[in-house]
């Protein structure tokens, strides 16, 4: 149980696009999501929290406007990256929380690694 | 600074061996996280540990907790060469439910 799936997996993309990364709970609800940004070789850096129904919650430095979280149910949060530049280019995983074991315990998806050419 | 900080950086040992690997933190916690990263994938949860627990284990997994000198260890016992990959710790130190995550220590099991 506690599955996390994200869509899409990789995608390549020009620089000044937009592009939507999905994150799904597949069996639990999830009350809180959570975003995350990773660089090669490096830890994971929180980028926003997000409650179902209500607006993110971003972390210091993180853009809400380049960055735009949706929550809209308890099993779906969307990442668009507005006006993608090379910079962006990253590893970004979601995680879910309310699941199982109390509901501590967050469940991560396998990842969307965007590259902006 | 990262809450977490795992020791050492990168691990390398021989399969059958035990591998340990370790974890400091700076603030109170509630709980203490334990997980794994292959390479160019997601995190998978391996364990979590509350902070009036001192020890758990799961499989070949056990984890120690010491509140008093805030850090945790991994311990993976008989290695396989599918345990490569990073291991990482979490702590919620900062509250709302947010993780904060180490630096990770790479292992790497040699058959």
């Known amino acids: 149980g506690a599955v996390v799936s994200q869509h899409p997996s990789r995608v390549i993309c020009k620089s000044g696009t937009s592009v939507k990364i999905e994150c799904r709970s597949l069996d639990f609800q999830a009350t809180t999501m959570f975003w995350y940004r990773q660089f090669p070789k490096k830890s994971l850096m929180l980028m926003a929290t997000?409650?179902?129904?209500?607006?993110?919650?971003?972390e210091q430095g993180v853009e809400k406007d380049k960055f735009l979280i949706n929550h809209a149910s308890l099993t779906l949060s969307t990442l668009t990256v507005t006006s993608a530049h090379p910079e962006d280019s990253s590893f970004y995983i979601c995680?879910?929380?309310?699941?199982?074991?109390?509901?501590?315990?967050?469940?991560f998806g396998p990842g969307t690694r965007l590259t902006v050419l | 600074s990262q809450q977490g900080e795992e020791d050492p950086q990168a691990l390398s040992i021989q399969e059958g061996e035990n591998a340990t690997m370790n974890c400091s933190y700076k603030?109170?916690?509630?709980?203490l996280q334990w997980y794994r990263q292959n390479s160019g994938r997601g995190l998978v949860h391996l364990i979590l540990i509350r902070s009036n627990e001192r020890e758990k284990h799961s499989g070949r997994l056990r984890v120690t907790l010491d509140t008093s000198k805030k850090s945790s260890s991994l311990l993976i016992t008989a290695s396989r060469a599918a345990d490569t990959a990073s291991y990482f710790c979490?702590?919620?130190?900062?509250?709302?439910?947010?993780?904060?995550f180490g630096k990770g220590t790479m292992l790497l099991v040699s058959p």
């Open positions: 995680s879910a929380r309310g699941g199982f074991d109390g509901g501590d315990t967050q469940y």
């Open positions: 997000s409650n179902e129904g209500s607006k993110a919650t971003y």
């Open positions: 979490a702590t919620d130190g900062r509250g709302y439910s947010t993780l904060t």
């Open positions: 603030t109170s916690i509630n709980n």
